[in-house]
Structures are given as structure tokens and as C-alpha cells.
């Protein structure tokens, strides 16, 4: 049976067996162009395959020659940099050694000149010995002139009493008016040679007990410090503590307050500030960041803010151990803490805890030589400074600060007015407030206390010479007591007592002017008038 459709349309079977055969061909050409296009699919895919490695195998090859130069290029700029750090190096110890044989040159003069000084005093002892035999003779010579004198003395009012007619008790009048003339001026000498005499053992005491503290006390010498390092395990941890465009080290300097200086050094980070405790925290910060590896800036901000309640802990052990070292007892917590802050504060060169510490050893042992109460010499030295803790927050001078801050703590008013007063801003009312005055100026100008290198201390011993001498009417001048005084001797026919005082006022204010020194120096004009007379 055939479809109707052929029915309809009318075909024959040879035109059907014609369709049927075409059919076939095109099924078959389908098939042959399907298998064709897969095997031609599988040989491009072979051939871009080829292409593709050919292709990998060029870029290695250029990536490597790339290596190469690049490597090459770093090798030849570390030598470079290698070769520039030797040569500075080698200029820098150049350099130091041109100093040394100078500061040896210096030495080596200085010890010519102490064994000049040494033959003379000797030829000038020598001489002090004979004068000493020649004072004796004429002391006898005195002596033998005085009875001489007083012959003389009687012969004379014999005859003025003859001569001017006198009575007895006219001339007993006259003879005791010349004898209370006399006597006067025999007291006033007295007195003037008792003084001279209570002022020489005043000061050889004063020096005994002052030189016996020092001797008993032995403290740490001092070096200035406004950086610090901290070592890292290798060179790739700078590369983490700068960070992705230096976020990492921005962080870190702002949290701190500090600069972080990352150079050429192996292995080694330079923490450098001014403030001891932003220095200490920023310090505490990095070794707590190199160990444990994660640096970021979330990070950064809360390893700043343990290591800050860390150094809270220290500051309050460190007040506790300074009073403890001192046997104090009852000291307010605030007071503690405050003074425990001293230990990253620093003067000069000087840790202020350091020498708060050391003065209450020293005015402890000048209290007991002096018969005062030890415990309050020592309490006093530790708390003279305490006001340099808070300086930077409240204005005015660190002594009164600190007296306003013991005072409302419950300290005693002596010990007040002792804190307050070792800097001349109020008047001392008690002998402990001029020991702490003594006992700070001891611990300041001892060698060592305080960082100054010796051409400065010497420069400034000059300076303060050549002040001086550039005045008129000075003959001499001598800076002595380590720098702290200045004696002037004056010429006598061009100066007066009262041009002496005004001397000694001009001179202090062109040392304020011209000169820079720790504490104060003190100027002392010397005015003498020698009359000499020989009696034959």
C-alpha cells in the first residue's frame, strides 16, 4: 500500500525509487562530511596543541634569559652597594682614628703640663718652708719690738702727763679712753678672725660629709640614648613590617609616635624618638609583632594597646621598687605611680628615676652625719623630680608641680617646701630643703652623672673664663667646682665694693646669655686691698 500522499501527488515508482536513492546519497554525504569535520576537529586540535607548546617552551626560554640578566643586574648593584658601604666605613674609621690621635695628643700634652705643675709646687713648697723660718725670726724680732714698744708707750704718757699738766684722774680718763680704743678695735678683730675661722670649719665639715655620701654611694654612669634596635630572625621580615605600599609601617609610626628606620643593616629594625616611653612601647610592639608574624594594621593597633597596659604594670612596679630600694613606707598610690613614670623620662642624659633614687641614698647618709631624720632626707630625694613626669601636661617649673602634687597627696608640709625649693622657686624654711639643694647639685656635676663629652666641659670652662676676663678691671679669673663657679679677682684701684656687686650681677647675666649648662654657676668677685709696712 502506498501513503495517500503519494496518491494525492501522483508520483510513480520510478520517480520513487529515484527519490529513495537520493536520499540514501545525502544520508551517506551527511555521514561522510560529519567524519570528516571530527577527524579534521582532531588534527587542528593536534596542530595548536604543537603550536601551543612550541609557544610555552619560547616564553620559558625568555623568561629565563630575563632571569638571567635580572640576576645578573642585582649581582653587579649589591657589589656596588657592597663597595659604597665599604668605602664609607673606611671613611668613617678614618675619621675616628684622626680623633683619637687627637684626643691622645690632648692627653699626652695635659700630662706634660700636670708634671710641670707637680716641679712647681714642689720649688714652691720649698719656698713656703723657708718663709715659714723667716716669719719665725721675725716674729721674735716682734716680739722683742713689742716689749720695746711698750717702754715706749709708758715714757711717752709720763712725759705728756708732765707736759700737759694733767692730774691723776685726768690722765687715768685719757689712758682709759686709749684702752677702750684699743680694745674695740682688738674685738673687732676678734670677731673677724673667729668668722674667717667658723666659716673655714663650717665649709672643711660641710666638705667632710658631702665627700663621705659620695664615697659610701656608688651609681651607674649615664650615656644618651635616642634610639634603639630590635634584630629580626631574617632580612624578609622588613619587607613584612613595611607592608603592601607601607601601610604596615604607617600604621606602626602613627599608633607610637616614633620613626621606624628600615636601612641597609642585616637583620636589624632602628626604633628612634625623643620620648624614652613611646621608644619602649614601640620597641615592645615590633618583637611582639616579629615572633608572632602577623603584621597589619588591625594587628598593629592591638599589640600598641597591650603592650600600653604592660608598660602601665611596669611604670606602677618600678615606683614600688624605687621606694622599697629607699625603705619608704606610706607613700600614696598616685605618688608611686607618678614617680615610677620617671623611669622613661631622662634629663641631660640622666634617667630621672636613677637620680631621684640616688639623691635620697645621698641625702639619707648627709641627714645621718648631720644628726636629722634619714627617712625624710631619703623621702624628699625621691620625690624632688617627681613633677618632671607631668611637666609636659601642666605648665610651670617641675619643683613647684611637684610640690602641688605631694602636697595634695597628703605629704607633710616640710617635705613640700623641701621639693619645692631645690630649685630657688620658693624660700627653704628647713635645713632639709638646703640638703636637697646640696644633694642635687652633688648627683649633677659628679663625672659621669650626665652626658658631656669632654671638649664641651672644657669648652665651657674657657667660655665661661673668656666672660670674664672681657670685663674691665678684672685681673683673674678661674672656673672651678666642675664648671659650677666662676671666681673673679678683681684690680682694687678700679674697683670698688659697691662696682664689685654690679661686677658679679653683669657677669651672671652674660653667662645666662651666652651659655648653656645643667643647674646654675655661681659668680663670686674677689676684692682684696693688701697694705704692707715695715717697721724699722
Not at 645578573?72 to 675619621?95: C, F, G, H, P, W
Not at 687715768?172 to 678695735?185: A, G, N, P, Y
Not at 609616635?257 to 615592645?284: H, W, Y
Request: aromatic content about 4%.
Amino acid at each position: 500500500m502506498k501513503p495517500n500522499w503519494y496518491m494525492r501527488i501522483g508520483m510513480s515508482d520510478s520517480l520513487e525509487a529515484t527519490m529513495m536513492v537520493t536520499i540514501w546519497f545525502a544520508l551517506c554525504l551527511g555521514i561522510v562530511g560529519a567524519l570528516s569535520g571530527y577527524l579534521a576537529g582532531i588534527i587542528l586540535s593536534r596542530v595548536r596543541a604543537a603550536a601551543a607548546e612550541q609557544s610555552a617552551e619560547t616564553i620559558i626560554k625568555n623568561a629565563r634569559r630575563e632571569a638571567e640578566v635580572i640576576t645578573r643586574d642585582a649581582e653587579v648593584e649589591s657589589r656596588d652597594v657592597i663597595l659604597r658601604s665599604k668605602q664609607e666605613l673606611e671613611t668613617q674609621n678614618y675619621a675616628k682614628r684622626k680623633d683619637l690621635l687627637a684626643i691622645e695628643g690632648r692627653i699626652s700634652q695635659r700630662e706634660i703640663n700636670i708634671e710641670r705643675k707637680f716641679v712647681l709646687l714642689d720649688k714652691k713648697e720649698d719656698s713656703i718652708e723657708n718663709r715659714l723660718e723667716t716669719i719665725e725670726h721675725k716674729k721674735t724680732d716682734l716680739c722683742q719690738r713689742e716689749e720695746e714698744l711698750k717702754a715706749l708707750d709708758e715714757e711717752k704718757r709720763r712725759l705728756l702727763q708732765q707736759v700737759a699738766g694733767m692730774t691723776q684722774a685726768e690722765a687715768r680718763k685719757t689712758l682709759m679712753d686709749e684702752i677702750k680704743s684699743d680694745l674695740r678695735h682688738d674685738s673687732a678683730s676678734m670677731i673677724r678672725r673667729a668668722q674667717e675661722e667658723s666659716r673655714e670649719i663650717a665649709e672643711k665639715q660641710a666638705r667632710k660629709i658631702i665627700s663621705t655620701a659620695i664615697e659610701r654611694f656608688a651609681a651607674d654612669q649615664v650615656s644618651e640614648i635616642t634610639t634603639c634596635t630590635v634584630s629580626l630572625p631574617n632580612d624578609d621580615m622588613k619587607g613584612r613590617i613595611i607592608g603592601r605600599e607601607g601601610r604596615n609601617i604607617r600604621a606602626l609610626e602613627a599608633a607610637t609616635g616614633v620613626n621606624i628606620l628600615i636601612d641597609d643593616t642585616p637583620e636589624v629594625v632602628v626604633v628612634s624618638g625623643f620620648d624614652p616611653l613611646r621608644r619602649e612601647i614601640a620597641k615592645a610592639t615590633l618583637q611582639t609583632l616579629v615572633s608572632d608574624g602577623r603584621i597589619q594594621p588591625g594587628r598593629i593597633e592591638e599589640v600598641v594597646a597591650k603592650v600600653r597596659a604592660e608598660i602601665d604594670e611596669t611604670i606602677r612596679e618600678a615606683g614600688e621598687n624605687a621606694a622599697y630600694q629607699l625603705k619608704l613606707q606610706a607613700l600614696a598610690p598616685e605618688i608611686l605611680r607618678t614617680a615610677g613614670r620617671l623611669k622613661f623620662r631622662y634629663s641631660y642624659g640622666q634617667n630621672v628615676l636613677q637620680h631621684s633614687i640616688e639623691m635620697g641614698h645621698l641625702m639619707g647618709m648627709m641627714a645621718a652625719e648631720l644628726g636629722l631624720d634619714a627617712a625624710i632626707a631619703r623621702r624628699i630625694g625621691l620625690l624632688h623630680d617627681i613633677g618632671k613626669a607631668l611637666d609636659h601636661s601642666i605648665e610651670g617649673s617641675h619643683a613647684i608641680i611637684g610640690a602641688d602634687l605631694i602636697k595634695r597627696n597628703g605629704e607633710t608640709p616640710m617635705v613640700v617646701n623641701a621639693v619645692a625649693a631645690h630649685h630657688n622657686d620658693v624660700e627653704p624654711e628647713s635645713i632639709y630643703a638646703v640638703l636637697t639643694k646640696a644633694a642635687d647639685a652633688i648627683t649633677a656635676a659628679r663625672p659621669g652623672a650626665r652626658s658631656a663629652t669632654t671638649d664641651l666641659y672644657l669648652h665651657r670652662l674657657a667660655k665661661l673664663e673668656e666672660i670674664a676676663n672681657g670685663f674691665r678691671g678684672v685681673e683673674k679669673s678661674f672656673a672651678i667646682q666642675a664648671g659650677r663657679e666662676i671666681r673673679v679677682i678683681v684690680e682694687p684701684k678700679e674697683i670698688n665694693d659697691e662696682d664689685a656687686i654690679q661686677l658679679a650681677r653683669n657677669i651672671s647675666k652674660q653667662v645666662e646669655e651666652n651659655l648653656e649648662y645643667p643647674g646654675q654657676i655661681k659668680v663670686t668677685v674677689v676684692r682684696e686691698t693688701r697694705c704692707v709696712e715695715y717697721a724699722r
